[in-house]
């Protein structure tokens, strides 16, 4: 059992930048490929980006690519996603998960999953 938790979420202008983190306590998540999702009232889970256990392989959704980042420091056993010029339409409940094997963008493909930080843009 791997149990994801985030945090770095909160409440920021348009224009700035967060940092989520996503740790896990007891097993390694160097294993695990994790990926970043989000979710805003109303709509669906969406895909944002996912790196593999080793770092190797990295995959962004095309809108998102160049304001946000992932990356992980497997030594801290920790996974990160830098915001930056963050939008209101960026407002959303934003989730971590992990999976064995190879990255995907697909949410059903992930057997573990964190409850959540809640990240809000204001205009």
């Known amino acids: 059992q791997v149990q994801l938790v985030e945090s770095g979420g909160g409440l920021v202008q348009a224009g700035g930048s967060l940092r989520l983190s996503c740790t896990t306590s007891?097993?390694?998540?160097?294993?695990?490929?994790v990926g970043w999702f989000r979710q805003a009232p109303g709509k669906e889970r969406e895909f944002i980006a996912a790196k593999t256990g080793s770092g190797g392989s990295t995959h962004y959704a095309d809108s998102l690519q160049g304001r946000f980042t992932i990356s992980r420091d497997n030594a801290k056993n920790t996974v990160y996603l830098q915001m930056n010029s963050l939008k209101p339409e960026d407002t959303a409940a934003y989730y971590c998960a992990a999976k064995l094997g190879v990255v995907t963008a697909q949410v059903k493909q992930y057997t573990y999953w964190g409850q959540g930080t809640q990240v809000t843009v204001s205009s």
């Open positions: 007891g097993r390694t998540l160097v294993s695990y490929a």
